[in-house]
């Protein structure tokens, strides 16, 4: 069958298309992504302003469309950190509905680390043995433990690159005095759930997802997605700690000329690195490795599982 996948993150609002059947690897057949950033059209009470829901409504009914054009039989709609935390989420859930048909399911930070966690252990098997997943969104950084396909243990942290750029970066370049209060800020974060994670082992395995550490791995060495999807990529906590100190000395537009980062993304990188570099430095990561399905991947996943026979 063909499904689609509507991801309203905190940066883009994105629909993946992809042939799906039971018992096979899902295909991505066509890839629909428009740039929202809605973690930045916030008011100053946390509500997703009239603007915002506006293009939100918009941007999925183009999405739809393409759906329908593409001969979707289904779409599993769902959104993230920036619905989830606004203020105003039911009315903009509501309005969503009313004006496109989508009943937006709004998932918890919890189950979007658990089913990033079960694309990551589809992708890498049973063999990769005890899997430490890290994943950093728009809007919050998400880890999960396991050696399952449920992970033993996992939590969303608003650690996400655009709110934390947002909230304490306001500088281009950021001004050295608040680069160092972010990374004190976020530390303290990661360290209050090291503890939780450390009592079941050392991981044999560590992984990462999103478009934060996938463009961290290119800028230190890692093969573009030119090569496709099968080439190992990694990235070392050496090279990410060499590299964050010229991020922070970089203004947007210098970053942009990196290689793999994003025009969109240049503004977040180095909030994102930050969160990177703390999470492997205290989860004791000397280095991980990319997996090209994430939370996508997972809800399509959890979908096929629960196809009757």
């Known amino acids: 069958m063909r499904l689609g996948v509507l991801d309203v993150g905190s940066n883009t609002v994105h629909l993946l298309v992809m042939d799906a059947h039971p018992g096979a690897r899902p295909l991505p057949a066509?890839?629909?992504?428009?740039?929202?950033?809605?973690?930045?059209?916030?008011?100053?009470?946390?509500?997703?302003?009239?603007?915002?829901?506006?293009?939100l409504v918009t941007i999925i009914g183009d999405a739809l469309h393409t759906a329908e054009e593409k001969g979707c039989e289904d779409v599993l709609p769902f959104a993230t950190?920036?619905?989830?935390?606004?203020?105003?989420?039911?009315?903009?859930?509501?309005?969503?509905?009313?004006?496109?048909?989508?009943?937006?399911q709004v998932l918890s930070g919890e189950e979007e680390a658990r089913l990033t966690f079960l694309a990551a252990r589809r992708w890498f098997g049973w063999s990769a043995g005890r899997l430490l997943l890290l994943d950093i969104g728009g809007g919050s950084l998400e880890v999960a433990y396991g050696i399952d396909e449920e992970p033993d243990a996992a939590v969303s942290l608003p650690l996400g690159a655009g709110r934390l750029t947002a909230g304490w970066l306001?500088?281009?370049?950021?001004?050295?005095?608040?680069?160092?209060?972010?990374?004190?800020?976020?530390?303290?974060a990661i360290a209050r759930t090291v503890g939780?994670?450390?009592?079941?082992?050392?991981?044999?395995?560590?992984?990462?997802?999103s478009k934060t550490f996938k463009q961290l791995a290119r800028i230190?060495?890692?093969?573009?997605?030119?090569?496709?999807?099968?080439?190992?990529?990694?990235?070392?906590?050496?090279?990410?700690?060499?590299?964050?100190?010229?991020?922070?000395?970089?203004?947007?537009?210098?970053?942009?000329?990196?290689p793999g980062v994003s025009v969109g993304r240049a503004g977040q990188l180095l909030a994102g690195a930050l969160v990177?570099?703390?999470?492997?430095?205290?989860f004791g990561v000397d280095e991980l490795e990319i997996c090209p399905w994430a939370l996508r991947e997972g809800v399509i996943l959890r979908r096929l599982d629960h196809l009757p026979e």
């Open 220 to 258: 230190a060495g890692a093969p573009g997605s030119g090569e496709g999807l099968y080439v190992e990529r990694v990235l070392s906590r050496a090279s990410l700690e060499g590299w964050v100190p010229k991020l922070a000395s970089m203004t947007a537009e210098q970053r942009r000329a990196l």
């Open 196 to 209: 939780e994670f450390a009592r079941f082992g050392k991981p044999d395995h560590v992984v990462a997802t």
């Open 30 to 55: 066509h890839s629909h992504k428009a740039e929202l950033r809605l973690a930045e059209l916030l008011d100053a009470h946390g509500a997703v302003s009239d603007d915002g829901v506006e293009r």
């Open 81 to 104: 950190s920036a619905i989830r935390d606004a203020s105003n989420a039911d009315a903009v859930l509501q309005r969503v509905r009313e004006e496109t048909g989508i009943d937006l």
């Open 170 to 188: 306001p500088g281009d370049p950021p001004d050295p005095a608040d680069v160092k209060a972010l990374r004190r800020h976020v530390r303290a």
């Open 276 to 282: 990177a570099e703390g999470a492997m430095d205290l």
